[in-house]
């Protein structure tokens, strides 16, 4: 079948929108009519190169549509089902997944980041040539065949705007508060950017019954919607952040800070931005090759932890219905989050307004 679809072709380059050929589910795959793609940075690596990945490769990773069709052996799939989209499928049977850390499983590893489904092919190309998949998911298209380990099922009447967000943001900020680390009753955090990955953090330790929730970024905008989700403070990044972070916390401090850049002087001031005995929790993605320099007196002298967190350090089957779960009760208000909508034809312009800073997340609806 075609699909329309983004199709990235070379580094620094626009999306372009047409059709390609999408080859039918095979074992263990599903054919998934996507209803809304969020607009994640991760993405936006792609252009850059700060994520190397072959080309040309057809972008998106956080995303809801239904079940269309189906392959062979996809036990508990069915046609008409809503699904959120895991961008980290997991083989279920190795070390890491027998230890309950799916999100680290390296059995597809290989496989995934060349650009392939999990079986080291693609089910992608235009006019005779392979085009790659991007996380096993490629969904910033009408149509995606992914893995079915990669679905999570939720019920019909939840938005898909807020499945999608579900996928990654979510699901990668709030995880790091709650399973990276355990934000508790009282908790005083900071959380260094407020995209859509720091915005869930806010949600997060919100929810956790943190006291003091301090939003740091560069963009002031960002401040009305880090309060409507549960800060409590917002700050502008500048080089005294720290002084100001510890001038707010008792001169301490905070407990727990969070950085959803990835950028290395960011990182560092986060650091000192933690209280002896306090953890700095890395969620944002560093372009690769980078390096960031802790104090390694201050760590041992302070008893600073520093902890990496991959994809909220999720257990997706669990975590995605959790989240849902949450959202419908009121206590995770994804939908405050969403602050516009496109069309797919209008991917490029929805990039653009993220990298502009226009606060809050994006979604194409397809
Ligand atoms: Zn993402
Ligand atoms: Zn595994």
Partial sequence: MKTRAAILYDLNTSFKISDVDLQSPKENEVLVKMSAVGVCHSDWHLVTGDTAHTLPCVPGHEGCGEIVDLGSGCNGLKNGQKVILNWAPNCGDCFYCNHRRPSLCEAYTKYIWDGFLMDGTSRLSSGGETFYHYCALSCLSEYAVVPASSCVVIPNDIPSEIGAL?????????GATLNTVNVSVGDAVAIFGAGGVGLSMIMGAAYAGASTIIAVDINEDKASISSTVGATDFMLYNDQIAEGIRSRTEGRGVDYAFEAIGIPTVQEMALDAVRPGGTLVLSGISPMGTKTNFLGAVLTRQE???????????????????????YQKGELPVEKMITRYYSLDEVNK????????????????L
């Fill in 304 to 326: 600073k932890t520093v902890k990496g967190s991959y994809y909220g350090t999720s257990e997706t089957n669990r975590d995605f219905l959790k989240y849902i779960d949450l």
């Fill in 350 to 365: 929805a990039y653009q307004d993220l990298l502009d800073g226009k606060p809050g997340r994006g979604v194409i609806q």
């Fill in 166 to 174: 579900v996928g990654c943001a979510v699901t990668t900020g709030v």
